[in-house]
Structures are given as structure tokens and as C-alpha cells.
């Protein structure tokens, strides 16, 4: 069984799961404009600089990263262009980040993957 755990953003716990069933780890800012299922003023207060440096440590023992989109509704801001704009942004910074898959919860941004950032899982 391969399991998929929370990022706790500490590159020593990527070493102490070495070795188990522990192939991929997941997580997202605090906040972007997608926003997630949990209010970001919980999570770690990281920057995009520190989810690059984890995914790369990441990378560098073997494990994935999947980026989590998992908000329930974006409030249709991908109809604006300023919000469609944001959005591509958000997106092209993950890809370019090496995030090896995004995690989402909304059926628009799907597709949206899938025609814009094929390499994406």
C-alpha cells in the first residue's frame, strides 16, 4: 500500500519517512486564489520560495508532490479576466514549481489542467 500524506513543510520529516509506504506528500500556501478545504490562517505561514525548496527535497528522496486546489467553489472568479489572469498565474508557478500533480475539487479546474498543463498529474 503507498500512502500520501500531509506536508508539515520540515524537510526532516521527509528523511524520517524513508522507508515506509510513503511515496507522495501533498499541501498549498496559506492562501492563493483558489483558497483549499481548510482556512489558511491554520496552516503554516510558508511562502512560494519554501514550497519550492520542499519540493525539491522531496524530489531529491524519491517522493512526489501533489498541490493541493481543493477549495469547494473559486466564486466563478474564473469568468473575469483579471480572476482568469490569477488563476493561470497560480497555475503556471506550480507547474514551473515541479509539482508533480494538483489535487482539485472543483470539475472547471480539471479541464483547465488538462488542456493548459498536460505534464501535470
Not at 520529516?13 to 483558497?35: E, Y
Not at 473559486?74 to 479576466?81: D, P
Not at 508557478?93 to 472543483?106: E, F, H, L, N, P
Request: with cysteine.
Amino acid at each position: 500500500m503507498k500512502l500520501r500524506v500531509g506536508a508539515n513543510w520540515d524537510i526532516a520529516f521527509l528523511d524520517a519517512v524513508k522507508g515506509t509506504s510513503v511515496d507522495a506528500l501533498f499541501g498549498k500556501l496559506p492562501f492563493d486564489i483558489v483558497g483549499g478545504a481548510r482556512p489558511g490562517f491554520v496552516l503554516p505561514q510558508i511562502k512560494r520560495a519554501d514550497v519550492e525548496a520542499y519540493i525539491q527535497a522531496c524530489h531529491d528522496r524519491g517522493l512526489e508532490f501533489s498541490y493541493l486546489l481543493n477549495a469547494p467553489c473559486i466564486g466563478n472568479l474564473q469568468y473575469s479576466k483579471k480572476g482568469y489572469g490569477q488563476l493561470i498565474e497560480l497555475l503556471e508557478w506550480i507547474d514551473r514549481s515541479g509539482a508533480d500533480a494538483v489535487t482539485v475539487g472543483i470539475p472547471y479546474l480539471i479541464d483547465l489542467v488538462r488542456k493548459r498543463f498536460p505534464r501535470s498529474k
